[in-house]
């Protein structure tokens, strides 16, 4: 284009002819701008996904890391939930909209019979002596009927036989995806999936996160891993595991050793979700892993959605799974979710949307600017994009910008079920040791890392600081003045208060540091810090620390080293300070306590204590509260464990960090369940409010577009004339 | 020049062990193979024996580069280094540390870093070329000058800013073409015009700065001279005569970089969410998977090679004085 004006324009060679070709161009743009401008106008131009989708029941997600796993057995993270949590259905779930979390039966007919029996296998009361119960029983049963989504590892021909069970060279040469295989089956869901399913977790070759934690439970679970060991996966379905049993074709036992009730937990977590054994005979067979079409990439389960598109290099399509069974919007919640309009739908068969599509996006620039235009239906908020969605009221309080009000946007903040905390290395010879002299100096340094102003300049506000172990939310944990922190908070005005520095001073003047100075070495005592925080973005957060430990004298030096090398500090004790942190796996006070619990101990046992942290009588009260349910007793043991955690000081409790998440007023049926992975269906989207904001939001501006080709063509003219110019000159 | 190819691949060989080798030394001085398992296995619940499960399965059990339990030829071949190694060069490159088959997914990938790259470099090339020629034409007047000064400009300026910038006016306010976003077939076109305009604007700066250089020195040279005695017009010398042989550098300069286009953009990729092979290394390095770094460090090696072969053979063509021996 480009070099044909340029040639039309210096071929020209009169005055006259000039203007008029110089007319006819403009005119041309013109019109070709004005048609497009037309034509373009009509639909959204910056329209990411295909018109014809507009005004299907689609919710729009993103992600911005690929999921690695999504076999049930292997996955533990949340943006792999975020998929196989809508697929896979443990027997168990979360009430969606009751508080405290509560298990509530998913695919199980009820809540598990629970039997505790003695060392004999003799039948136990309830509410036996723990020191009685040698192991329990979980008698689940499930319902009739839950068929799995549609595919071709259960796809039988006439005779009754697996059509893609003994695949081919040329049909494995000529797969590229699962959808290759066009014939799908299905077939209902049995007991005996859900034992299948315990035996792939002990299976060395599935390498589940959780098998070690379930060879210290489950009955035979540790014989059966080690008689598989060099067997093929697909093997297990015959070898029995002594205590999973499927007693019928809808009744199961799972049997375990002594008394775990936090065990209940585990079975609403997708670890337990049922597997047709089916699954791994057909994604076996040689050949397919070449093609990236295994268990671990194409999912197969009972729940509302399937996989449709697995591609994790650009989008991911859940669509609604056509055999799911039938399940009902919760008809109860909180007091409040009546009027909060969270029980509309209630009674109305779920799942709500036809098909979810996760795009992945890396960057938050255009993730941010793709939700303002209404192409994402969600979003987080970017510390980038903080500003422009969050103001603080004058009360503290924070609220949407006028923008954001503008558009409909409902902020949703819930504060997550997770703690961060700067932990002290409690072998260390300095600021580890029961003694006296070490505890007031880490509670001194406690008084002094003011983590509100933390939580202040580098989280926007966004979280809580922490007075305990245990984050809100979780059973044991107490509000207001009773759940304050006495070593480093005062209760004043209604509020928790941290305490002046001249309290840390008095105390580093008590442990034999009076003004930071370390009497060995008559200079300001020297601590380190460990951190994998080595960017130059992490700076100003380690200059922060810096500060905080400059108010009592103390020269805090950082050893910033890369992830490995910190582990590996963490390992072998080299480490003296670090920062740290845990969410929770299940809503249990067990889930966090545990982090302080001696025989955890990061060096010692290679556990997730990680301050190495060791008092007899904090492992004496952990052992009798982690097998109670939840009681008047257990708590008031609960708070004796806060006391002692306090006391001791193993820790500087930090924050538990506060999610903010934006939805578009078409959105419906949002309240934040932080236990709860399967959200989705209760999901509803409004798509005709939908496709009406984005056809608003969206209106293509095209006039710069044709000022600047207008510009561009006026500025040749005075090229062309100089060109004719040094032409004449020439020919002269 | 069939010997001479062959020759060239055959020097090719140990250059391509020796990137192999030097990939794996100074990946496995910063990781151990405990490491990556501990990478990939996660945070929770991470025990010794987890970890020992885990260097099993995917080959990492045995020692680096010299297995002295074992016995004859096995104190290489049961190395990580022979068992992980070998396979590349048959284009063999195994399964990903996380599970995926990385031949698959190279494949899957090249393709959108080409749709991305390949038109960047023809439409770039033909610009670059364009705003050179007109800058020599006006060559000593206030357009070249102005024409440099918009060079250095442009040259000044750091690509992130241009990739913010673009789809901050063109995607955010002018709201003409999806911000981000990839797509197959023709439907992919609406995702690529960012992008691509983007590419190509970022690079008129040194490009045609270059471009400019080449031509100023043909337009000085004999040939030129005798065209324009001849009565032709400037235009017809520059287009008929300085372009055809200045072709020469930019044609082999372009021929380099043509397998390269493969291996796609690492920035541009990732901004624009491009499901290529740019974010497929950079994932790789920033989840420490070493089975895909070094696939993708001996591709890149491979493709350069072939790239200054075609170099070589592309002289030949455009320039019959050169002959390979």
């Known amino acids: 284009m480009t070099l044909l004006l340029m040639s039309s324009l210096l071929s020209m060679k009169m005055q006259t002819c000039k203007a008029r070709v110089l007319v006819l161009m403009l005119s041309v743009i013109f019109w070709a701008a004005s048609y497009s401008c037309a034509a373009w106008a009509s639909a959204q131009p910056n329209n990411p996904y295909p018109e014809d989708e507009d005004k299907q029941v689609i919710l729009y997600e993103s992600f911005s890391e690929r999921p690695k796993h999504m076999d049930p057995a292997v996955a533990y993270s949340s943006n792999e939930y975020a998929f196989i949590a809508q697929i896979y259905e443990p027997p168990f779930q979360y009430h969606y909209l009751k508080r405290p979390y509560q298990v509530v039966p998913l695919t199980a007919t009820r809540m598990p019979e629970v039997i505790y029996l003695n060392q004999k296998g003799d039948k136990l009361e309830q509410g036996a002596n723990d020191n009685d119960i040698a192991f329990t029983d979980y008698m689940i049963e499930i319902q009739h009927g839950i068929r799995y989504q549609p595919h071709p590892a259960l796809a039988t021909n006439t005779q009754g036989d697996y059509e893609y069970h003994q695949l081919s060279t040329a049909q494995i040469k000529a797969a590229t995806s699962l959808n290759d295989f066009n014939i799908t089956g299905s077939r209902e869901l049995t007991a005996e999936d859900y034992v299948y399913q315990i035996k792939r977790l002990a299976h060395p070759k599935i390498q589940s996160p959780i098998a070690e934690i379930m060879k210290n439970y489950i009955v035979g679970f540790d014989n059966f891993s080690r008689q598989v060991k060099d067997k093929p996966k697909t093997a297990i379905r015959n070898l029995p595991i002594a205590g999973v049993t499927a007693l019928s074709r809808y009744q199961y036992r799972i049997r375990i050793k002594g008394k775990y009730p936090q065990f209940i937990y585990w079975l609403a977590m997708p670890f337990f979700s049922p597997m047709p054994w089916e699954a791994d005979v057909f994604y076996d067979q040689a050949g397919l892993a070449d093609k990236n079409i295994t268990l671990d990439w194409f999912p197969i389960g009972t729940g509302p959605y399937l996989m449709a598109e697995n591609n994790p290099n650009r989008r991911m399509i859940l669509l609604k799974n056509p055999l799911f069974h039938l399940e009902t919007y919760p008809t109860e919640g909180e007091p409040e979710d009546k009027q909060k309009g969270l029980l509309t739908d209630a009674g109305k068969q779920l799942p709500f949307i036809d098909k979810v599509v996760f795009m992945l996006e890396k960057e938050t620039i255009p993730y941010w600017t793709k939700f303002l235009q209404g192409y994402y239906d969600a979003s987080g908020i970017a510390s980038d994009s903080f500003d422009q969605a969050i103001q603080f009221t004058g009360s503290g309080g924070v609220a949407l910008t006028p923008t954001l009000l503008e558009k409909g946007i409902q902020l949703q903040t819930s504060v997550t079920t997770s703690s961060f905390y700067m932990g002290f290395n409690m072998l260390d010879a300095t600021v580890g040791g029961a003694t006296e002299q070490a505890r007031k100096l880490r509670q001194a340094i406690a008084i002094a890392v003011d983590y509100e102003e933390f939580i202040s300049i580098f989280m926007n506000g966004r979280g809580v600081a922490a007075q305990g172990v245990l984050p809100p939310g979780i059973y044991g944990f107490a509000e207001s003045k009773e759940g304050i922190n006495p070593y480093i908070y005062d209760w004043l005005d209604g509020k928790a208060q941290r305490k002046k520095i001249d309290a840390a001073r008095q105390l580093m003047a008590e442990a034999g540091y009076a003004g930071g100075i370390d009497p060995k070495t008559k200079e300001a005592l020297i601590l380190y810090f460990d951190t994998t925080a080595t960017s130059v973005d992490d700076r100003p957060r380690m200059n922060w620390y810096r500060k905080q430990f400059e108010k009592l004298g103390i020269k805090l030096v950082i050893r910033a080293t890369d992830y490995n090398r910190f582990q590996e500090k963490m390992r072998t004790g080299n480490a003296q300070l670090f920062v740290w942190g845990w969410n929770a796996d299940y809503p249990d006070p067990e889930n966090f306590f545990f982090l302080l619990y001696g025989a955890n101990s990061k060096v010692q046992y290679g556990g997730e204590n990680a301050a190495n942290y060791h008092n007899p009588e904090f492992d004496r009260l952990f052992e009798q509260m982690r097998n109670m349910d939840n009681s008047e007793q257990r708590y008031r043991i609960i708070q004796q464990l806060q006391e002692i955690a306090r006391h001791d000081a193993p820790w500087i409790f930090g924050f538990h960090p506060k999610n903010f998440a934006l939805f578009h007023s078409w959105y419906k049926n949002l309240k934040p369940n932080l236990m709860a992975n399967n959200q989705l269906k209760y999901t509803r989207i409004d798509t005709a409010a939908r496709a009406e904001k984005r056809q608003q939001w969206n209106e293509p501006v095209f006039w710069p577009l044709v000022l600047g080709g207008v510009v561009f063509v006026l500025m040749l003219i005075p090229a062309v004339n100089a060109y004719r110019r040094r032409v004449k000159e020439t020919k002269r | ?325």
């Open chain 2, 1 to 325: 020049m069939t010997q001479y190819i062959i020759r060239r691949l055959l020097y090719s060989l140990p250059l391509l062990m020796g990137v192999n080798i030097l990939t794996f030394v100074l990946f496995f001085v910063v990781n151990s193979p405990g490491d990556m398992a501990r990478m990939q296995l996660g945070q929770k619940h991470v025990t010794e024996q987890s970890i020992a499960n885990w260097k099993q399965q995917h080959g990492y059990d045995v020692p680096l580069l010299w297995n002295s339990d074992a016995q004859g030829e096995k104190k290489i071949t049961d190395t990580i280094f022979y068992q992980k190694s070998v396979g590349l060069f048959l284009f063999r490159f195994g399964v990903s540390d996380s599970g995926r088959n990385i031949g698959a997914d190279i494949k899957e990938r090249a393709w959108p870093s080409l749709a991305v790259a390949l038109p960047t470099l023809i439409v770039g090339l033909l610009v670059n070329i364009c705003f050179a020629l007109l800058m020599v034409l006006f060559r000593n007047s206030y357009l070249e000058h102005a024409g440099i000064v918009l060079c250095v400009i442009l040259m000044s300026i750091s690509s992130l800013f241009y990739i913010i910038g673009g789809q901050f006016f063109i995607g955010k306010i002018l709201r003409l073409v999806p911000i981000s976003g990839y797509d197959d077939g023709m439907a992919a076109i609406k995702f690529l015009i960012l992008p691509v305009l983007i590419g190509v604007f970022s690079g008129i700066g040194s490009g045609a700065r270059w471009y400019r250089t080449l031509f100023l020195e043909e337009v000085e040279k004999d040939y030129v001279r005798t065209a324009r005695a001849k009565g032709l017009s400037e235009t017809q010398t520059l287009f008929q005569h300085v372009l055809p042989n200045a072709m020469i550098p930019i044609l082999t300069g372009v021929v380099v970089v043509l397998p390269l286009l493969f291996m796609g953009s690492l920035i541009m990729e990732s901004f624009f969410s491009i499901p290529g092979l740019g974010s497929y290394t950079i994932d790789a390095i920033n989840s420490q998977d070493f089975a895909i770094v070094r696939a993708m460090v001996f591709l890149g090696s491979v493709l350069y090679v072939i790239g200054l072969l075609l170099t070589d053979i592309s002289y030949t063509l455009v320039d019959p004085r050169v002959r390979l021996s």
